[in-house]
Structures are given as structure tokens and as C-alpha cells.
């Protein structure tokens, strides 16, 4: 079968974007896997879907996968892609849409200025709903990895993230104890390893090895783990300016039980067609 898609990114954080909104993509996880490979295939940390509605009261419905080939919950530069994507292909005269995905309904907004404000929802800190296997709700907790002990904050933005607050993110064991974490036994889904350097209250630095693609230029979702992460634990004030290695997003939280918002850019590098099996 060919596939017409979309090569887009978010910070670095690169997309294959499939318009699937006229006719089904039957996409099985090797197809994902051939599609994200960097070698055989176009490349890309994950793939988005987007597909018409299957609720009233929304415009679209988008589904992720991580280049490993299986199916998440969120992507905050998904989503920001997501909305440029559906802007720029004429699917929707409107510049905030509701789209649908695993996690819930987003409205991601495409300002006047090129970026994208999207409310990413309230986090959720309860161990059990992460998941993360722990008795304790403390906001810092002790994970055994490898030879050593690290302290995490465990948070969810629709997928799970376990954020650590690091010295210097260029030194920090992203690869080794990325790996390690990412398949902790004590995240029944895995996890998304987010290391943090607190510049300053409105300022840190971020570096995420992601769960189904390993460590990626920036993460969305990961940023926003991370600045509620340093909050809760005192160290920061909203709104953050989060640096990743490919460019930087803005964080802003009100405290618990309010919703996350990112700001950032999407941008479309390509569009092609690839032979699929
Ligand atoms: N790897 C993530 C999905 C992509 C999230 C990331 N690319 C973002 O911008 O939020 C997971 O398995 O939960």
C-alpha cells in the first residue's frame, strides 16, 4: 500500500502525520516500526493518526504511537503538530480544536504568532492511576535503579512519567539509567525518565528518555511532568521556561487539581509517500 504523510516536529521531537480523516490506515505494530525506522523507513519518534470524531462535541480524533509500535495515551508536541497539521491541510477552518485521544479530549489553539497553546489537563499524582507500584503518595520517592537509588516524582499527563531533579543534565545518565527506569518493575506500563536541572524558580533544563523511543530532542508531556514535578517539591514557580536539547517550551501551573499549559512551536518539514507491506 503507499502512505502519504506528513514529516513534522516539535522541538526536534520528530512526527510521521497520516491523514486518516477520508479513509481508515490499518497501522499493526510492525507497520509502525517499519514507518519509524531511520533506516528502512521515513523515521520518527512517533507516528499520529488523524482520524474523523467518534463523539459529538469534538472535531477530530488523533492516535499515537511510539516508534517501538505501541499505542500511547498523549503527546504535548503531538499535539501542537496535530493542530498545525489539521491547519494547514484545510481540514478545519477553526484555530483551537477538540480532538479526542486515548487519554481524553485536548484543545490544543493555534495562535496568530505560529505557536500553540494547548491545555494539557490536570495531572494526576495518585500512584495507582500513573500507574506507579507504590504505599506511599509522597511527592519524592526512593526507586532502586541499577547500583543506585534515585529520587523520583511520579506524575501522569494521560502517560507516566518519572521526573529526577539532576546537578548538570550534559552529565546526567540519560541512556544507561534512562533504559533502566523506563522498564522499572514497578511501572506496570513503563515510563517516561525525565532528568531536571533547576536554573532558577522560572527556569530549568530537560532532558527525557521516553518510554517506546528512548531519549528524544524534547518532550511535551515530559516538560509538563517536570515543572509540576518542581513545583510540588518547592523548586519552581509557574510559568517555566523549560529548555530541552531542541529548543524551548513554556510551562505554566496553577497548583493542583488545575490544568497544565504548554506553549511551543510545531513546525512541517515534508510531506512524502512511502510503499508499505
Ligand atoms: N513516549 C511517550 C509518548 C510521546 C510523548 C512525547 N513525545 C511528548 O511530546 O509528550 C509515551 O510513551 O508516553
Redo the contacts with the bound molecule.
Sequence with gaps: MKLRFTKMH?LG?DFVVIDATHAPVELTPPRVRAIADRHFGVGC??LLVVEPASQPGVDFRYR?F?ADG?E???????ARCFVRFVHDKGLSGKREIRVETRSGVIAPRLREDGLVTVDMGVPELAPARIPFLSDSDAVVQPLPVGEVTVAITAVS?G??HAVQVVADVDAAPVAEQGALIERHQRFPA?V?AGFMQVLEPHRVRLR?F????GE?L???????AAVVAGMLRGLLESPVRVETRGGELEIAWAGPDTPVLMTGPAVSVFEGEMELE
Design positions: 516539535g521531537n519518534d512517533q499515537i511510539n505501541g500511547v495515551e498523549q503527546c504535548g508536541n503531538g499527563m502517560n507516566p513503563r517516561n527525557v521516553e518510554r517506546g523511543a528524544t524534547a518532550c511535551g508531556t515530559g516538560a509538563c
